[in-house]
């Protein structure tokens, strides 16, 4: 039988990889779609949330996770307010943009920055 904490993992896992997807497919679908509208918008939104909806929210307490589950609240926000599609396809992919940036910064390093240089003169 697996422990609690097994479990607990298994559902943090889970959550974050809907939210993930969730993430993706509307990006996926802003950036390729050739003619956006609303109600197209809003019907992807409907079936994108259904793998939301297949696992329990779980409290997030890495900042990267913690920014991804904002943005995917604010574009399921966007579903009914009264914004035009041009915006909220700007605003998301702006949000998704800088997410993914501050995901690159702490991969990928130069190492020029490193004090190993700082011996030069």
Do not use: C
């Not at 019907?43 to 909806?53: D, Q």
């Not at 993914?100 to 990928?108: F, G, L, M, P, S």
Request: aromatic share 8%; no cysteine.
């Amino acid at each position: 039988m697996a422990s609690q904490k097994a479990i607990d993992n298994s559902q943090r896992l889970r959550y974050i990889r809907a939210l993930e997807r969730f993430h993706k497919s509307i990006v996926s679908y802003l950036t390729s779609t050739s003619n956006l509208t609303k109600e197209g918008y809003g019907k992807k939104i409907e079936s994108a949330i259904k793998v939301l909806h297949k696992v329990e929210e779980i409290a997030l307490y890495k900042g990267d996770l913690q920014e991804l589950q904002k943005l995917v609240k604010k574009i399921i926000g966007y579903r009914d307010g009264d914004k035009d599609i041009l915006e909220i396809k700007e605003e998301i992919l702006y949000g998704s943009n800088q997410l993914d940036k501050t995901k690159n910064a702490r991969r990928y390093k130069k190492d020029k920055h490193s004090p190993i240089y700082g011996d030069w003169e």
